[in-house]
């Protein structure tokens, strides 16, 4: 049985010179192009900030379910590319995780873990390129 946790909504007018803005007001960010337009913020470090937080809370459970204590961070990298002249953009994301007292090689497994629990991960699989980094 699939049972929903939550929803959220997020508004956006403009595309990539707008604004966006969450239904509760929370969140209201003026949109830009990356590199451009520095007083604003752009869809890829929203990207990047959602991505890093989903998957760090998924390592988390991971950690925890080897009996880890620790504090990990989770840093990630979004870049926006385009292939060719034309309107053909991808992304691709590189995540760079780090541990206090966690051998690399332990850390890669748990990150290994962290990507199946991740529902990021699971909605961007096959999709982009994703690389899975110690620090």
Known sequence: MVKKL??????????????VWSNDKKWDFKIG????DKDTTNPE????AGYASCFNGALEI???QAGVTAEST??????LYQEGDG????????????VDGVAEADL???LDQANQICPYSKATRGNIEVTLNVE
């Not at 470090?45 to 990047?48: C, E, G, I, N, S």
């Open 45 to 48: 470090q929203l990207f990047a």
């Open 6 to 19: 939550y929803t959220t909504t997020m508004t956006n007018t403009g595309g990539r010179a707008g604004e």
């Open 62 to 64: 991971a950690l925890q």
């Open 74 to 79: 989770v840093r990630a990298k979004v870049a």
């Open 33 to 36: 192009t990356p590199g451009v």
């Open 87 to 98: 309107p053909d953009f991808h992304i691709g994301v590189d995540l760079f995780a780090h």
């Open 108 to 110: 890669l497994t748990y």
